[in-house]
């Protein structure tokens, strides 16, 4: 088997927090590396990752990612991972320093949308996000009911 179909056969979603898109709304997306030890890969690889309480912040012109649940190892030894902690996320530094900037302005966070594979490494897919109030929840499962209504009385005729 080539080398490009087995990158192929690893790429995929590792997880992905599907919640955000409902509680935020998503202003800009921007992906970015993760730094992992020791077994978190493995467990990354596994899809062992739970990313729904997950947030990030700039600190020390760097970017930490909070509540990033990577659970221990199944095979691991004494040396297993600690699954929760903060890990540094790897962007550019003006890239850093111009999502600091936007993240000072009024009601904006950082949430981490998706983890997946890319070319064998793993990424983390970062979102400038607003939340939105309950009525804008209400009114964006509204519109999805329609759709969905929509869709089928396609699907009838």
Do not use: W
């Not at 540094?88 to 009024?106: D, F």
């Not at 929840?137 to 209504?149: M, P």
């Amino acid at each position: 088997m080539a080398k490009k179909d087995k990158e192929k056969d690893t790429e995929g979603v590792i997880a992905q927090n599907r919640k955000a898109r409902h509680d935020y709304q998503i202003l800009e997306t921007m992906e970015c590396g993760i730094v992992l030890h020791g077994t978190e890969v493995k467990s990354c690889r596994m899809r062992s990752v739970a990313i729904q309480d997950a947030f990030a912040r700039v600190e020390r012109n760097q970017i930490l990612v909070y509540n990033l649940n990577i659970s221990p190892y199944s095979h691991g030894n004494q040396f297993n991972h600690t699954p929760i902690r903060p890990r540094v996320l790897l962007m550019h530094k003006r890239e850093i320093l111009k999502i600091a900037q936007r993240v000072r302005e009024k009601g904006l966070a950082l949430i981490p949308l998706k983890m997946y594979l890319s070319h064998g490494k793993i990424k983390v897919e970062l979102g400038l996000a607003r939340g939105k109030a309950y009525e804008d929840k209400r009114e964006t499962l509204r519109k999805r009911q329609e759709d969905l209504e929509l869709r089928r009385s396609y699907k009838v005729r």
